[in-house]
C-alpha cells in the first residue's frame, strides 16, 4: 500500500504549500495582470507551462515555497518586461508573437495559407462545422489566430457582409 500512502509522505508540507503558493499566485497575478496567464503567444504558453512546472516541483520534490515563490514571480516579471519590449519594438514583438493569418476570404479556400499555417483542409471544415456555417457561401473569413485558435466570421449573406477593417487588422493574408 506504499503506492497509494506511505507514513513518511509530507501531506501537511504539501498542504501548507498549495495553499501559500496558490494565495502568492493570486497576489503576483493581481500586480503583474492576468495577461501572465493567458493564450495569447507561444511565448505565453511556454510561461504558463513553465509556472505550472515550478509549481509542480514546489508541491512534490524538495523545492522549497521561496524558491518556487521567486521563480514564479521572476518569470512573471519577465512577462511583464517582455509586453512592455513588445509595444515598443514591432521586430522583437514579430520574433517572440506569431501572426494571425487568413485561412479563408470569404468562401475561397487560402490554400497556399493552409499550407503555410500547417492546416489541413480538413481541420478548416471542422471548424466552419463548429461555427454553424452550412454554405461556404456564409463566410466572410477564417483566421488562424495567434493562440492556434480558428476563427469563423460568418454571417447568413456573406456577400452583403460589411466587415469592419480592423477586425482584420495585423492578419496575414498572403
Not at 494565495?23 to 493567458?38: D, E, M, N
Amino acid at each position: 500500500m506504499d503506492f497509494i500512502y506511505s507514513s513518511d509522505d509530507p501531506i501537511w508540507e504539501t498542504i501548507v504549500s498549495s495553499v501559500a503558493i496558490f494565495i502568492l499566485i493570486i497576489i503576483i497575478t493581481r500586480i503583474v495582470g492576468l495577461r501572465s496567464f493567458a493564450k495569447f503567444t507561444t511565448y505565453d504558453f511556454a510561461i504558463t507551462v513553465a509556472i505550472g512546472s515550478i509549481v509542480s516541483s514546489t508541491l512534490t520534490s524538495s523545492t522549497s515555497v521561496a524558491q518556487g515563490f521567486t521563480a514564479i514571480a521572476a518569470l512573471l516579471l519577465l512577462t511583464l518586461i517582455v509586453s512592455i519590449i513588445q509595444k515598443r519594438n514591432s521586430k522583437i514583438k514579430s520574433s517572440i508573437s506569431n501572426q494571425p493569418i487568413l485561412l479563408m476570404k470569404g468562401k475561397e479556400i487560402l490554400y497556399d495559407n493552409l499550407k503555410k499555417a500547417h492546416v489541413h483542409e480538413d481541420q478548416l471544415i471542422a471548424k466552419l462545422r463548429e461555427a454553424n456555417v452550412i454554405h461556404l457561401d456564409q463566410v466572410v473569413a477564417v483566421v488562424l489566430e495567434t493562440t492556434g485558435d480558428i476563427s469563423v466570421l460568418h454571417c447568413d449573406d456573406a456577400s452583403n457582409a460589411n466587415l469592419h477593417d480592423k477586425i482584420l487588422q495585423g492578419v496575414k493574408d498572403n
